[in-house]
């Protein structure tokens, strides 16, 4: 299966402790981005990143929350510290590389975790 | 930044009739517009997207319309089946901050369709 992998799928951290969330992307694919789902709602931009670069990441909170994307092996979306409010489903989707101005690539989701703060 | 509007935020048909989710999005600059369908603890699955420089695309039962002078889009779904349930997403690209090409999604809140058998 070449899709989108994210690991591990359910993540239970009491509060003040780290969560780490992987990302594999799609084979091929080299941009990353990172959404937050809390129950019964949408999706949220955080974060989106080329292999060793952060593209934007307008859509994470300041504090606590970092991610990377580094040349081998996943994306990574930190939680440092978390509270009970970082308590929410998070998907990571990929797109393709490269293309000229203007040129638009579909992004493809992952299964997501699920992250409980207890 | 962009922000989309999406409405209803529930729909309940009958098994073979039509269903249509509506949209509006702020950012004129936004020039993709994909929808997702969404089970109940599963990965969001795009179904079908639009770019701007068509008004319409259809695929089988599904099809969605764009008008950008209004700056809203909608999803037709046609002889809804019981399979069809599930939350559907629009969404808006931004463009992404240093880079063109690649871009983030502004989702709107969804729509929870239910198909009455």
């Known amino acids: 299966n070449a899709g989108v992998m994210q690991n591990p799928r359910h993540l239970v951290r009491r509060r003040g402790q780290e969560a780490r969330l992987r990302c594999s992307p799609m084979k091929g694919h080299s941009h990353v981005y990172w959404y937050r789902q809390l129950p019964e709602e949408g999706l949220k931009f955080m974060v989106y990143l080329q292999k060793e670069n952060i593209i934007d990441e307008s859509g994470m909170p300041k504090e606590r929350f970092s991610a990377e994307f580094p040349k081998e092996g996943p994306s990574i979306l930190r939680i440092q510290q978390v509270v009970r409010g970082d308590s929410a489903a998070y998907f990571c989707?990929?797109?393709?590389?490269?293309?000229?101005?203007?040129?638009?690539?579909?992004?493809?989701f992952g299964p997501g975790t699920r992250l409980t703060v207890t | 930044g962009e922000n989309v509007e999406q409405h209803p935020s529930t729909l309940s048909v009958q098994e073979g009739d039509s269903a249509v989710i509506k949209c509006t999005y702020s950012?004129?600059?936004?020039?993709?517009f994909p929808w997702y369908k969404q089970e109940l603890g599963k990965r969001p699955q795009l179904i079908i997207d639009i770019r701007s420089n068509v008004g319409e695309k259809k695929d089988q039962r599904i099809a969605v319309t764009l008008n950008k002078t209004a700056k809203h889009f909608s999803l037709h779904i046609t002889e809804t089946q019981p399979e069809d349930s599930a939350v559907y997403f629009c969404a808006a690209s931004n463009k992404a901050k240093g880079d063109t090409g690649r871009r983030a999604l502004t989702f709107g809140s969804g729509t929870r369709l239910q198909v009455q058998p």
């Open positions: 989707a990929s797109s393709l590389m490269g293309g000229t101005q203007g040129t638009i690539y579909e992004q493809y």
């Open positions: 950012d004129s600059a936004s020039n993709y």
